[in-house]
């Protein structure tokens, strides 16, 4: 009997060998060496996946093929990615996924042809998890697209689409694990962070030390709004990193973009206690202590940080916070006061038109803030070294001001005055909104995959502050 029990678990540990070499790409079989590029690539590790499938004997299937594009297209090498797709294609000709593999190597080379194959594609494979991903990117383009000819309502048509298209690819995710890192992000992109989190736990049971799975783990948390998990992994990381100056900064840029709560204080407090020289920490401290109504207790503690650095950078980065806090958080006398103090500091002429601004508007004198957002645009495109987030941010502050009836002769008048100025024929204020409008839609469109949102401006970047700016 015993005996028998141990061929019967012979044959039950062959036949699940026998599945997992069967199942995969498209239902073909797998080689030894595709399954563990598959692998490779689920954990974002396409050289491994490329060496995997090189070994003698190097795989030649269509399934070899399809992931060796993959791991290629990873590495940013496109035309070998692109060749390795038509060779899957040429084998397979009947498989969908390796065409749509195909249209979307053909789209990140700009070849704006692919788009309409691969949305026809995606209409005739609707529950293919592999097609339903590349089609994203197809809508994605086609949205940018109606952007740029302000077509809105067309515009986020192709968004939804393209959500519904996730939504097929995330409920089969199980047939495509080489694609999980694109899930993810495409995830984060649409602001899914559940769906994001399901597939990050699912590989985290596997690799359980990954550090760089434990370090999204920490950004889907946050994006999720759930701090007091997102506090309690961004711990573990830190330890995780043994505690490190630059762990310590990237455990306090995770604090930063959390609600500032006593936790959180505490945390960036202790932080400070540990690195009481590091800059980044010290903005984060400030800019959450602002966060949570503090704001005389943060330009405080920014005032003698800066008596005390004798770096001229990190005294400018200082300064520009302990300005921008203050007006973030909409105390006016502060503000005014501040400005006053660091305007020689501060210097650059981009951000001081834009903390103007800023100051113009908790005035009230809303025909000046105009302008001086106004002038931060125009900085920006007749300075190449000026900032191109400050002049998103300047546009944004436009659009608001825009979108407030009362307020509209003010602007009408600032508007008109910008204008004449320019030497430029009379324009009412409409027409302002619409450019505005516009040209934050196409900013932000560009910027938008890597699914975070920008600081405020003055407000620590995510980088290391003691670092000099890019």
């Known amino acids: 009997m015993l005996n028998?029990?141990?061929?019967?678990?012979?044959?039950?540990?062959?036949?699940?060998?026998?599945?997992?070499?069967?199942?995969?790409?498209?239902?073909?079989?797998?080689?030894?060496?595709?399954?563990?590029?598959?692998?490779?690539?689920?954990?974002?590790?396409?050289?491994?996946?490329?060496?995997?499938?090189?070994?003698?004997?190097?795989?030649?299937?269509?399934?070899?093929?399809?992931?060796?594009?993959?791991?290629?297209?990873?590495?940013?090498?496109?035309?070998?990615?692109?060749?390795?797709?038509?060779?899957?294609?040429?084998?397979?000709?009947?498989?969908?996924?390796?065409?749509?593999?195909?249209?979307?190597?053909?789209l990140f080379d700009d070849d704006e042809s692919a788009i309409d194959p691969l949305l026809q594609l995606r209409d005739e494979h609707p529950s293919s998890a592999a097609v339903s991903l590349f089609a994203i990117f197809a809508y994605q383009a086609k949205h940018v697209r109606y952007r740029s000819e302000r077509k809105l309502r067309a515009a986020r048509v192709q968004l939804e689409k393209a959500e519904a298209s996730l939504k097929t690819a995330l409920s089969l995710s199980a047939e495509i694990p080489e694609c999980h890192r694109e899930l993810i992000g495409m995830a984060l992109w649409f602001e899914q962070p559940a769906e994001a989190l399901k597939l990050l736990d699912g590989l985290l049971r596997q690799e359980p030390d990954n550090i760089e799975l434990l370090r999204k783990r920490?950004?889907?948390?946050?994006?999720?709004?759930?701090?007091?998990?997102?506090?309690?992994?961004?711990?573990?990381?830190?330890?995780?990193?043994?505690?490190?100056?630059?762990?310590?900064?990237?455990?306090?840029?995770?604090?930063?973009?959390?609600?500032?709560?006593?936790?959180?204080?505490?945390?960036?407090?202790?932080?400070?206690?540990?690195?009481?020289?590091?800059?980044?920490?010290?903005?984060r401290q400030c800019w959450s202590l602002g966060k949570s109504g503090q704001v005389a207790a943060a330009c405080e503690t920014l005032a003698t940080a800066f008596k005390q650095q004798t770096d001229v950078r990190r005294k400018r980065l200082i300064a520009e916070s302990a300005v921008a806090i203050p007006l973030e958080m909409a105390n006016a006398p502060?503000?005014?006061?501040?400005?006053?103090?660091?305007?020689?500091?501060?210097?650059?002429?981009?951000?001081?038109?834009?903390?103007?601004?800023q100051l113009a508007y908790l005035r009230k004198d809303y025909g000046l803030s105009f302008e001086k957002m106004q002038s931060v645009v125009e900085i920006y495109h007749t300075d190449n070294t000026a900032s191109r987030d400050m002049a998103r941010a300047a546009l944004r502050e436009i659009q608001r001001l825009m979108s407030q009836e009362i307020l509209a002769d003010q602007i009408r008048k600032a508007a008109e005055l910008t204008l004449r100025r320019a030497g430029l024929n009379r324009a009412d204020a409409a027409e302002i909104r619409d450019e505005a409008r516009s040209l934050l839609q196409l900013l932000e469109t560009n910027d938008r995959n890597d699914a975070e949102r920008l600081p405020t401006i003055g407000q620590p970047a995510t980088e290391d502050a003691s670092k000099p700016s890019p």
């Open 218 to 283: 920490v950004q889907v948390l946050v994006l999720a709004k759930r701090s007091a998990e997102a506090i309690s992994a961004a711990s573990q990381l830190y330890k995780r990193l043994e505690r490190t100056e630059g762990a310590a900064v990237e455990f306090a840029n995770t604090l930063n973009r959390l609600p500032a709560s006593t936790a959180v204080l505490e945390q960036l407090s202790a932080l400070r206690e540990h690195f009481p020289q590091n800059t980044a920490i010290l903005l």
């Open 334 to 357: 502060i503000a005014e006061q501040q400005f006053k103090r660091f305007r020689k500091t501060i210097r650059d002429e981009q951000m001081l038109a834009y903390l103007d601004g």
């Open 4 to 106: 028998a029990d141990r061929v019967s678990g012979k044959l039950m540990v062959c036949g699940f060998l026998l599945l997992a070499t069967l199942a995969g790409c498209g239902g073909e079989r797998l080689s030894r060496a595709a399954l563990a590029a598959r692998k490779a690539l689920q954990f974002e590790r396409p050289q491994e996946a490329l060496d995997q499938l090189s070994a003698t004997p190097a795989d030649t299937t269509p399934a070899g093929h399809y992931l060796r594009a993959i791991a290629l297209g990873r590495l940013d090498r496109l035309d070998a990615a692109k060749a390795e797709a038509k060779l899957a294609l040429e084998h397979s000709p009947k498989d969908p996924k390796y065409l749509g593999l195909q249209l979307q190597l053909k």
